[in-house]
């Protein structure tokens, strides 16, 4: 097993995770609207594809495992996508300095990667993707004792995972209910099972064909005069110039023969020369075609380039551009700063109103990467960062920003935008970074958060049947009750959420509601509580969730 087989087989599984992805996560149980495990696993994988694309195929095992782990690092989305970056951060771990790997290897990797993932894991839980690659890296270990084939290694390890991931539904009893297996597992084991038929021999998976656009949209990337959606026919751009035979023969023939083996055909001639370009599948047909005619100069040499990998280099510098477009790196020059994952307008002018330096724009259905908020951290001017990621499937990938960055990074756990809002309220400038994080986490703590929003698809949870498009009133994060009328749901899960204890509700409403239905509930709401209790409205703009509800 080699850096290019290595390569390879990454690069598949890649692929072939994102052809699954929806499959995945339909066996989420929860039916809300989020940022499914499938596609958070495969945008960390498509991070990781394309740094790939672009190293050269004589790289070492230890460099792939490398490359694609940094790539998947920074590109991790939701918990899931930060659980596999890690495995692969330990993988890469134990290949570091390997030219080729044998099937210890495979088995000492697998270990440094399950147990860099369980120590990430505050209350690591079996039945999971923990479950999936600890059973998978233990066979492993148990066959290379008896094994040195690396493949062999890894047939195994996908064997025991499958059965790992069968045993899922039984071991946690929501899945058990819901009739389904972990979606992290099972998308761990399309990973490794599109590596294993790599290695194995079959072709590498290609991404499906995308239909030639008839115009772009607006977000299309160019750079200078590269069409970036270009088509690339022939692989490689091949460039020569020989100097003539005394007999040489009319270069017209040349350019008639390159047209037959490739497009772009370029022949030009003068009494001494040919200067040829071509782009070809067979540039060896070319260099062996010219040779009839004359013979190489040594300057300049000929050059023989893979196009695809230049386009897919320029596909990732351009990306990189547009991402980067936003965030402009900051010297510390402040004491305190503060970054928020926030989508919604509203939400956004809040936070900044608030004291917040950089929102990162992300949440429940679209979760930013590390990468992302690592450039919001190094965009904010303080050397004490506070990083409020407002969702529990955005709060790992904000740690593992916490070793990237080059000024101190403080991520707070909160799970909801109120809490983020709670948060950002208490901060005291006169306090230091500890005691501020104290106080921020105790005022954050006291927050309780509803949310409504709608069933995205159909599903059984508890022996309930929920339709798609139902209501979904979501107390604290675990389903409440569904409803049909939408104020009605709001109104009921606000009256849940209040108790004795709490002096403020405010009702933030998201896009998808109008000012005029927006209204009518806080009216109702006001006349209910406005005696005991300070009621607010609030135009978040928020999209997913029609109406997030604070108590405090």
């Known amino acids: 097993m080699n850096g290019k087989l290595l390569k390879a087989a990454l690069c598949s599984a890649a692929v072939t995770i994102e052809k699954n992805r929806k499959a995945i996560d339909e066996l989420n149980v929860y039916p809300v609207p989020d940022g499914d495990t499938g596609t958070n696993m495969s945008m960390t994988m498509t991070a990781a594809r394309r740094e790939l694309l672009v190293m050269s195929d004589s790289a070492s095992a230890g460099e792939v495992a490398e490359k694609a782990a940094g790539a998947m690092l920074r590109g991790a989305r939701g918990n899931s996508g930060v659980i596999l970056s890690l495995l692969f951060r330990g993988f890469a ?9 044998q099937g210890q290897d495979v088995a000492n990797a697998l270990e440094i990667g399950v147990q860099a993932a369980y120590k990430a894991v505050m209350k690591p839980t079996e039945g999971t993707i923990l479950t999936v690659a600890r059973m998978g890296a233990q066979a492993a270990q148990f066959t290379a004792r008896e094994n040195s084939d690396p493949i062999a290694v890894f047939e195994e390890t996908c064997k025991a995972a499958a059965e790992a991931l069968a045993q899922t539904t039984e071991m946690l009893p929501i899945l058990k209910k819901a009739g389904v297996v972990d979606a992290g597992g099972k998308g761990l084991l399309t990973i490794w099972e599109a590596m294993l038929a790599v290695f194995h021999g079959q072709a590498p998976a290609e991404p499906e064909e995308t239909p030639v656009q008839t115009r772009k949209s607006p977000d299309t990337i160019a750079i200078g005069r590269v069409d970036l959606e270009e088509e690339i026919t022939y692989t490689y751009c091949t460039e020569f110039i020989l100097e003539k035979k005394k007999d040489c023969p009319d270069p017209f023939k040349l350019r008639a023969y390159l047209e037959t083996i490739g497009d772009c055909v370029v022949v030009v001639d003068d009494d001494e020369i040919i200067k040829v370009h071509v782009h070809t599948d067979n540039p060896g047909l ?23 990998i230049q386009h897919a280099g320029r596909v990732r510098e351009a990306q990189n551009a547009a991402e980067n477009a936003d965030y402009v790196k900051a010297e510390p020059e402040n004491k305190y700063g503060f970054v928020a994952v926030a989508a919604g307008a509203g939400l956004e002018n809040m936070f900044r109103e608030i004291g917040v330096d950089c929102v990162v724009r992300g949440g429940q259905t679209m979760n930013p990467s590390t990468d992302d908020i690592l450039k919001a951290i190094h965009a904010t001017p303080a050397k004490n960062v506070f990083v409020l990621p407002n ?12 070793s990237l960055a080059d000024r101190n990074v403080i991520v707070l756990s909160t799970r909801t935008i109120p809490q983020g809002i709670s948060a950002m309220l208490s901060f005291d400038d006169s306090l230091d970074v500890e005691e501020n994080r104290k106080a921020m986490t105790k005022a954050f703590e006291r927050v309780s958060t509803g949310q409504v929003t709608f069933a995205a698809r159909d599903s059984e949870l508890d022996g309930h049947k929920i339709r798609k498009g139902e209501v979904l009133a979501l107390d604290n994060g675990k389903l409440a009750f569904t409803e049909k009328d939408l104020n009605k749901a709001a109104y009921k899960l606000a009256k849940k959420l209040v108790t004795g204890e709490t002096s403020f509700l405010t009702l933030t409403y998201g896009e998808d509601v109008t000012e005029e239905t927006a209204e009518e509930l806080f009216e109702k709401l006001q006349s209910k509580f406005g005696d005991k209790l300070e009621v607010m409205l609030v135009n978040g703009g928020q999209p997913v969730y029609y109406y997030m509800i604070a108590a405090e």
Do not use: D, T, Y
């Open 93 to 101: 771990k134990g290949l570091a300095g390997k030219e080729e790997v």
């Open 286 to 308: 070319a260099l062996q075609k010219a040779l009839e005619f004359g013979q190489f100069i040594n300057e300049p040499k000929p050059k023989v380039e893979n196009m695809r």
């Open 391 to 402: 969702n529990k499937n955005i709060i790992m990938a904000a740690e593992q920003a916490v």
